[in-house]
């Protein structure tokens, strides 16, 4: 199947209940600052490419929380604090379906989960729809982890939050921290011109990352996206679940880039890997 370059814009998040700000176009400013070769260096022992690096700020539009960092690899934020710490992880240079070092616990297995409905930040009727499908799409399986859904603005007490912000196409999310699940999930407007099924995909997508799975081709992007290279261990672990292929999964929902053409479902390593992990 030809694969169009519309990338899952997957935040990195890093370990030990170190939170990430989401990532979206719109938010993300560039500063003119200079980027020291030291950091540079840095990055590049670790895994990273740095040849599109930039200063960003980058901006939650819910909780207005607003972090200054480092976007390398057009998806990938770091915040400038918490270099230092990637850095000196013990989980750079362990990299073998995949997941994160970090899963949802067993005490927060049922996930409440809302689909935003205030403002220009509400979910349009299609993607309201396809959260409905994405949610179905978990729920059906035989796992541990249970989502109930609502539809609403009282997101506080909820454990995934979905809502729509600009962008051409596709959507950002991180890493479970603390044994709960990554909180934030963005859907970007023009998702929807594809169709309920791709947005479908979209948002199953990015809530596996939000219960810890990595990008099936996290070591080389150009198999879905044509271009990129290896995502590094990114701070949470890149650890190959058993029972899946090492290599791509064509077929898995967490390829880092999708079609015009997904039917939105999860393909059958996808499923052996929420079998294995919950």
């Given at each position: 199947?030809?694969?169009?370059?519309?990338?899952?814009?997957?935040?990195?998040?890093?370990?030990?209940?170190?939170?990430?700000?989401?990532?979206?176009?719109?938010?993300e400013a560039p500063v003119a600052d200079e980027i020291s070769d030291e950091v540079l260096a840095q990055f590049t022992d670790i895994g990273f490419d740095v040849s599109d690096i930039q200063i960003v700020n980058q901006k939650n539009p819910l909780t207005g929380e607003v972090t200054r960092g480092y976007l390398?690899?057009?998806?990938?934020?770091?915040?400038m604090d918490k270099l230092r710490e990637m850095v000196n992880s013990d989980f750079f240079g362990q990299l073998e379906q995949y997941r994160t070092t970090n899963l949802v616990s067993s005490s927060n297995y049922n996930i409440d989960i809302i689909g935003y409905t205030g403002g220009s930040y509400a979910l349009?009727?299609?993607?309201?729809?396809?959260?409905?499908?994405?949610?179905?799409?978990?729920?059906?399986?035989?796992?541990?982890?249970?989502?109930n859904l609502s539809y609403g603005t009282n997101y506080s007490s909820k454990d995934i939050v979905v809502y729509k912000v600009s962008?051409?196409?596709?959507?950002?999310?991180?890493?479970?921290?603390?044994?709960?699940?990554?909180?934030?999930?963005?859907?970007?407007?023009?998702?929807?011109?594809?169709?309920?099924n791709v947005v479908e995909h979209v948002i199953t997508h990015e809530i596996g990352h939000c219960v810890g799975f990595r990008h099936t081709d996290y070591f080389d992007r150009s198999?879905?996206?044509?271009?990129?290279?290896?995502?590094?261990?990114?701070?949470v672990g890149a650890h190959h679940v058993p029972g899946t292929p090492t290599g791509a999964d064509m077929n898995s929902i967490m390829l880092a880039c999708f079609s015009s053409s997904e039917d939105g479902e999860f393909g059958s390593y996808d499923i052996t890997a929420l079998e294995y992990l919950y």
């Open positions: 199947m030809r694969r169009l370059n519309l990338s899952l814009w997957s935040v990195v998040v890093m370990f030990l209940a170190i939170g990430f700000t989401s990532c979206s176009s719109e938010e390398l690899e057009q998806d990938m934020f770091v915040p349009d009727n299609t993607m309201r729809t396809a959260l409905q499908w994405a949610v179905n799409n978990y729920n059906r399986l035989n796992i541990g982890l249970n989502f962008g051409g196409g596709g959507g950002s999310a991180g890493f479970p921290s603390g044994g709960k699940p990554y909180k934030w999930v963005q859907i970007h407007s023009g998702t929807s011109s594809y169709g309920t198999i879905s996206c044509g271009s990129g290279g290896n995502e590094g261990s990114a701070g």
